[in-house]
């Protein structure tokens, strides 16, 4: 969370004009503004209800009884909901424990595509809960073995540009790539419920004959255009996140904890044998995730990045906590 982003987001939401309580959505002028800041088309994109709604779609669109979905455990909750509720036959490709925190090698994709034939494959880039990546050579190999075996590629991009490499100007070069995004990490518009997928404008209209009569609801639309203006903003919210996020996890490392240099707008430390006292002193302070019950995090505790002044006072409370 960044308060000066907030300030932006808010002073957006105030210029909006009263239509925008009273009004059905009008979205062509967004569809036109987002593929002009993307360097794509309006055809290529389809506005969804966050982007696990473009997830949704691709699975309603392309998923019959029976396909089998490739997808990484742990990962993205409703991947598995969705094989379950579309009757997907789903292959988790589960992370290793690693000296570096979760593995998980590009050869095991490309083997499980191989020896499963998917007619989906589901990969965020970066993933959560791991903040792991698929690097960009190794990706493009991933989308290229998809499309000659007939999948559908999936790369969820919902932290971008925390991580900043993307293959969406790749759509219209691999028929089968589709990357979803949100608008709920780095544009701080969660509660808009707002997203997008883009692809190939022939995926793209499979996708819009499942989308419901409304892509999204009218003020999320009238707020992300405007925020479009705001892309410094949000840019500036970026950097003084990730930067929060660095001195936070060198002053972790520094207190002799093992950390996580993660990619995604989140960081994981574990606290060792200090762990209950640091639990204990942190209850009242702020809200994160003590542990994982999977292997591959166990012991580590996950935390929202934030600005560099809100993670400080994380790290003193630590600080006084170890000094007792």
Known sequence: CDPVLNKVVSQV????????????????????????????NPENLVL??????????????????????IHTQPT??????????????????????????????????????EKFSPRLICLPNPDSPTGTITKPEELLD??????????????????????????????????SLIVTR?????????????????????????????????EANTIGVAAFEGMLDHVVDM??????????????????????????????NFLHVSFGEQANEVHAA?????YYRKDFKEPCLRGFSRFSAAPPDQMERIVERIRQTLKK
């Not at 909006?16 to 800041?37: G, M, N, Q, V």
């Open 13 to 40: 939401m105030e210029n909006l004009p009263p239509e925008t309580l009273f009004t059905y959505p009008e979205s062509a002028s967004l569809y036109k503004k987002l593929a002009d800041w993307l360097g794509l």
């Open 48 to 69: 969804t209800a966050g982007s696990d709604g473009a997830i949704r779609s691709v699975f309603e669109a392309f998923i019959s009884p029976g396909d089998v979905v």
């Open 76 to 113: 993205f909750a409703m991947y598995p909901v969705y094989c379950k509720m579309y009757g997907a036959s789903a292959h988790e490709l589960a992370y290793r424990i690693s000296a570096n925190g979760p593995d998980l090698q590009v050869r095991d994709i490309l083997e499980a595509i």
């Open 142 to 175: 991933v989308i290229a073995t998809a499309g000659r075996y007939g999948a559908v590629m999936l790369v969820d991009e919902a932290y971008y540009p925390f991580y900043d490499e993307t293959v969406i100007g790749l759509v219209n070069e691999y028929p």
């Open 182 to 214: 949100s608008t709920g990490k780095a544009w701080g518009m969660a509660g808009f419920r707002i997203g997008y997928a883009a692809a190939s404008p022939e995926v793209i209209a499979t996708l819009h004959k499942v989308r419901p009569m409304y």
């Open 235 to 264: 840019q500036q919210s970026i950097k003084r996140i990730n930067l929060g996020k660095e001195n936070f996890l060198n002053e972790m490392q520094e207190f002799g904890f093992s950390i996580l240099r993660g990619h995604g």
């Open 282 to 286: 942190l209850a009242d302070l702020v």
